[in-house]
């Protein structure tokens, strides 16, 4: 079975940085398209970055545009978020996914796998 395991996130003051990683088992991991979303609470699963399995593509919300960086490991099978100059609207649970296909897509529902999150709380 599939496994995605978050890690990394956590309480952090406006205008600092984490950094996310997720671990993939069990799946041929340079055949994926790799993303992160987010859910904010009483919020909607948003799209928040996705990076092709050559890393040669990639996608970003725009409101993380500049401050957010994916960037993967094929050889560890991990995927990565930096995230910088966070914001409070920035907290939510932050969750991997994994993408069979040949291009980045942006939509969560072609993400056939996917890990349990980890919070990321920014305070103001």
């Known amino acids: 079975q599939v496994q995605l395991v978050e890690s990394g996130g956590g309480l952090v003051q406006a205008g600092g940085s984490l950094r996310l990683s997720c671990a993939a088992s069990r799946l041929t991991f340079s055949s994926y398209v790799m993303g992160w979303f987010r859910q904010a609470l009483g919020k909607e699963r948003e799209f928040v970055a996705a990076m092709s399995w050559s890393g040669g593509s990639t996608a970003y919300l725009d409101s993380v545009k500049g401050r957010f960086t994916i960037s993967r490991d094929n050889g560890k099978n991990t995927v990565y978020l930096q995230m910088n100059s966070l914001k409070p609207e920035d907290t939510a649970v932050y969750y991997c996914?994994?993408?069979?296909?040949?291009?980045?897509?942006?939509?969560?529902?072609?993400?056939?796998?996917w890990g349990q999150g980890t919070q990321v709380t920014v305070s103001s």
């Open positions: 996914a994994a993408d069979r296909s040949s291009r980045v897509r942006i939509s969560g529902t072609m993400y056939e796998h």
